[in-house]
């Protein structure tokens, strides 16, 4: 078994495969989306009055329910392109956006096209088990009255909260239109970000405390897993204040004017996390050299320890030396106490030099 396969085996902090999945992203070859198996439509109506909610069999049940005088939100769990074209041919949507609602490790995006606007970003999730950030890709759809979002994981969505507020009658959203539903969206996303923050600052935290109490190579290994995460953590936050900022900057007629207070809290927030994410890379840093500063300080003792002993058997060597040459006359060769002698000094003058070693400091 080589070294590589040995690592991962005992311990599987080295594994080395997340830095592929993390790296090897080519945006010049075609991706290959594995299907949904199952793909769920579910389609919510309101205004201020009314609320009806519908479970879709078909994607053509979707068009009659868009009314001038509703908001409509079509949210699909589950990317297969058959879905996908023929909701963009019912909306009448640019096929660019079908090619990046089916795209795959897409940068966050933002594009503004005649009749809609269209933003692509990822949720993200912190796995705990494995110590390792993963992404959703979410693709949102803003049109005249509705708003359609696509999913590729149905069975974790943060969207729970929204759906909440909207069985309220006297909720803003309730209130407001469809470029709202956009920004409660976006919100809850960007707020998804400071929660795995948080979890990622709890384990940089205990990476700190076992740095300063017992440092070892398995240290050094989760001081590198965690920079990975913080490199997928910073190419997914980035990049969405760009998405942000175009909406702010966006004259659409699909966004209205006193909203654009509420996407300009988003990118305060989104600005926040991506100050809060280059910290923690700073922090990751700042562990990597305390880390090899702990390192050091330890062989420095260890030779510390090694020079004084060295130091301390010197005199008993040379004393030792001179009386084991081979000479006919040496002072003291025959004397009946020479051996008890050579031990005294052989001691003696260890202990003298311990006694000079400490007076200087230097231990």
């Given at each position: 078994m080589n070294t590589r396969?040995?690592?991962?085996?005992?311990?599987?902090?080295?594994?080395?495969?997340?830095?592929?999945?993390?790296?090897?992203?080519?945006?010049?070859?075609?991706?290959?989306?594995?299907?949904?198996?199952?793909?769920?439509?579910?389609?919510?109506?309101?205004?201020?009055?009314?609320?009806?909610?519908?479970?879709?069999?078909?994607?053509?049940?979707?068009?009659?329910?868009?009314?001038?005088?509703?908001?409509?939100?079509?949210?699909?769990?589950?990317?297969?392109?058959?879905?996908?074209?023929?909701?963009?041919?019912?909306?009448?949507?640019?096929?660019?956006?079908?090619?990046?609602?089916?795209?795959?490790?897409?940068?966050?995006?933002?594009?503004?096209?005649?009749?809609?606007?269209?933003?692509?970003?990822?949720?993200?999730?912190?796995?705990?088990?494995?110590?390792?950030?993963?992404?959703?890709?979410?693709?949102?759809?803003?049109?005249?009255?509705?708003?359609?979002?696509?999913?590729?994981?149905?069975?974790?969505?943060?969207?729970?909260?929204l759906r909440d507020k909207l069985k309220l009658p006297n909720s803003k959203l309730r209130q407001s239109g469809a470029d709202y539903l956009c920004y409660m969206l976006l919100d809850l996303i960007v707020d998804r970000y400071f929660n795995v923050m948080e979890q990622l600052s709890d384990k940089i935290e205990w990476i700190e405390e076992e740095i300063i109490r017992n440092a070892n190579t398995r240290s050094l290994a989760r001081i590198n897993s965690m920079r990975k995460e913080m490199i997928v953590m910073k190419r997914n936050i980035a990049p969405v204040k760009d998405l942000i900022n175009g909406l702010i900057r966006s004259e659409s007629d699909l966004l209205i004017d006193r909203n654009t207070k509420y996407f300009k809290d988003v990118y305060d927030h989104?600005?926040?996390?991506?100050?809060?994410?280059?910290?923690?890379?700073?922090?990751?840093?700042?562990?990597?050299?305390?880390?090899?500063?702990?390192?050091?300080?330890?062989?420095?003792?260890?030779?510390?320890?090694?020079?004084?002993?060295?130091?301390?058997?010197?005199?008993?060597?040379?004393i030792g030396g001179i009386f084991g040459m081979n000479f006919d006359r040496i002072p003291y060769l025959h004397h009946k106490n020479g051996f008890f002698i050579a031990v005294s000094l052989m001691l003696l003058i260890p202990v003298w030099m311990i006694g000079i070693f400490k007076k200087r400091g230097w231990f």
């Open positions: 396969k040995y690592l991962q085996t005992i311990f599987p902090i080295f594994n080395t495969q997340r830095t592929k999945e993390i790296l090897n992203i080519n945006p010049t070859v075609a991706p290959v989306r594995t299907e949904a198996q199952e793909v769920h439509i579910t389609v919510k109506q309101y205004n201020a009055d009314t609320l009806e909610e519908h479970t879709a069999t078909s994607l053509h049940q979707c068009l009659p329910l868009v009314q001038p005088n509703t908001v409509t939100w079509i949210n699909i769990d589950g990317l297969r392109k058959t879905e996908v074209d023929t909701v963009c041919q019912i909306f009448d949507i640019h096929y660019l956006i079908v090619e990046d609602i089916l795209s795959i490790g897409q940068r966050p995006k933002m594009d503004d096209f005649d009749n809609h606007l269209f933003c692509l970003l990822n949720m993200l999730y912190f796995d705990a088990k494995n110590t390792a950030v993963e992404q959703e890709q979410i693709s949102i759809i803003l049109g005249k009255n509705y708003v359609i979002t696509f999913q590729e994981d149905a069975h974790r969505d943060v969207f729970n909260p989104i600005v926040q996390a991506a100050d809060m994410v280059d910290n923690y890379r700073d922090m990751m840093m700042s562990l990597q050299d305390l880390y090899l500063n702990k390192a050091n300080m330890k062989m420095n003792e260890v030779m510390k320890v090694m020079t004084i002993v060295t130091c301390l058997l010197a005199p008993a060597t040379v």
